[in-house]
T-cell receptor
Framework: GQNIDQPTEMTATEGAIVQINCTYQ??????LFWYQQHAGEAPTFLSYNVLDGLEEKGRFSSFLSRSKGYSYLLLKELQMKDSASYLC???????????FGAGTRLFVKA | KAGVTQTPRYLIKTRGQQVTLSCSPI?????VSWYQQTPGQGLQFLFEYFSETQRNKGNFPGRFSGRQFSNSRSEMNVSTLELGDSALYLCASSSSGGASEQFFGPGTRLTVL
């Protein structure tokens, strides 16, 4: 089957660092995406990993271990505007289908 | 470059009716994917089109159908609406599908009474 697991909710403090984990079991793998979705808005692309390792982009970094079926999104220097849902998604081998996790709601408090 | 547009933004229908939703991808993008988003289920993949061909579909009943036109615009249709079809329907476009990132439209909020 195909399954993507991520925590339902997380809370962190402004200025801190938070790591959102994602584990997946899918029939094929052609890359892992992270999206951010603010309440009432469409998801927006954050990062893409297809090879093992860390991809850094400003305050956001994403890590992938294909052998472990594991990824995490690291958010540094948290800001109030980072309060949103973070969606982990896996693209299948053919590349024509993307499976999304249920998302992690992140609350950033002052 | 204009983003992905979806029409209508909001829709209220009653059980048994049918509905057609429209999506215009970013200019030059040939892949369009449709998703259903509900609070409990997250984003569920409906289908993906590329150059007027459906390349993949999710696990939804046959009441859900779609098509893509030669200009890459796409429509999805839901017939015989059920209460459980109430959801946000999101369309996403990408240049080729595959590993390219998807750009999402604002969605159509469908309420079935």
């Amino acid at each position: 089957g195909q399954n993507i697991d991520q925590p339902t909710e997380m809370t962190a403090t402004e200025g801190a660092i938070v790591q959102i984990n994602c584990t997946y079991q899918t029939s094929g793998f052609n890359g892992l995406f992270w999206y951010q979705q603010h309440a009432g808005e469409a998801p927006t692309f954050l990062s893409y990993n297809v090879l093992d390792g860390l991809e850094e982009k400003g305050r956001f970094s994403s890590f992938l271990s294909r052998s472990k079926g594991y990824s995490y999104l690291l958010l540094k220097e948290l800001q109030m505007k980072d309060s949103a849902s973070y969606l982990c998604a896996v693209r299948d081998t053919g590349g024509f289908k993307t499976i999304f996790g249920a998302g992690t709601r992140l609350f950033v408090k002052a | 470059k204009a983003g992905v547009t979806q029409t209508p933004r909001y829709l209220i229908k009653t059980r048994g009716q049918q509905v057609t939703l429209s999506c215009s991808p970013i200019s030059g993008h040939r892949s369009v994917s449709w998703y259903q988003q509900t609070p409990g289920q997250g984003l569920q993949f409906l289908f993906e089109y590329f150059s007027e061909t459906q390349r993949n579909k999710g696990n939804f009943p046959g009441r859900f159908s779609g098509r893509q036109f030669s200009n890459s615009r796409s429509e999805m249709n839901v017939s015989t609406l059920e209460l459980g079809d109430s959801a946000l329907y999101l369309c996403a476009s990408s240049s080729s599908g595959g590993a390219s990132e998807q750009f999402f439209g604002p969605g159509t909020r469908l309420t079935v009474l």
